[in-house]
């Protein structure tokens, strides 16, 4: 009898305490890197071969094993005096005649990209990637008219980027970018050409 008398008092006192203590919160998790799955972006390359820029753009997908892929598209443009040389006739007599004239050169490259990070720390990773894709190549001659056609190209890149936040990042690297001969026919032969740069970007994630 006193044994449950006891149990029956301690329940009273305890259960008053238990009514009243608030249940705990559920804490919400912290936003981070992994919780975004596409990201867009931007930058700039400086070509060291042409000696100009490759500013490019890109829309992708982060998968969970810190791999990606994106695509990107930019504009390379040049704008060059060339001497041409041409057939003429003097007095009835054929000559070659020397020409100062502008080229104008706009490529437009548009790639599918695959893209893998390796962690170096809470906020640095560096990355390697490659693609391809198509570029549109118009050449315009001052004074002997112009042309544009489509052709294969591939690229390689790697560097390192930065996590400012969960939601922005910069990135700064190097890229290789291979472009094949453009078929312009009986107007011209450029043959297959590449260039490589340095350059830097910014990201945001979302």
Request: aromatic content about 16%.
């Amino acid at each position: 009898m006193k044994n449950t008398l006891r149990t029956c008092c301690a329940i009273a006192l305890i259960s008053p305490l238990c009514a009243g203590e608030p249940a705990p919160a559920p804490s919400t998790p912290p936003t981070t890197y992994d919780s975004y799955c596409w990201f867009l972006g931007g930058g700039g390359d400086y070509l060291f071969d042409s000696e100009e820029i490759y500013w490019n753009g890109h829309i992708g997908y982060n998968f969970s094993d810190s791999s990606s892929i994106f695509l990107e598209a930019g504009w390379i443009g040049s704008d060059d005096e060339v001497t041409v040389a041409t057939e003429g006739s003097i007095n009835d007599e054929p000559v070659i005649i020397l020409e100062d004239t502008n080229i104008d050169i706009d490529i437009v490259p548009v790639t599918l990209n695959y893209k893998y990070e390796w962690a170096l720390g809470d906020r640095l990773a560096w990355y390697l990637g490659v693609g391809a894709g198509a570029a549109n190549i118009d050449v315009e001659v001052g004074g002997f008219g112009s042309d544009d056609e489509w052709t294969f190209m591939a690229q390689a890149f790697t560097g390192l980027v930065y996590e400012f936040t969960p939601a922005f990042e910069g990135y700064l690297g190097v890229r290789y970018m291979w472009f094949d001969e453009p078929d312009f026919g009986d107007d011209g032969d450029l043959g297959d050409f590449d260039d490589w740069g340095a350059g830097l970007g910014l990201r945001f994630n979302f």
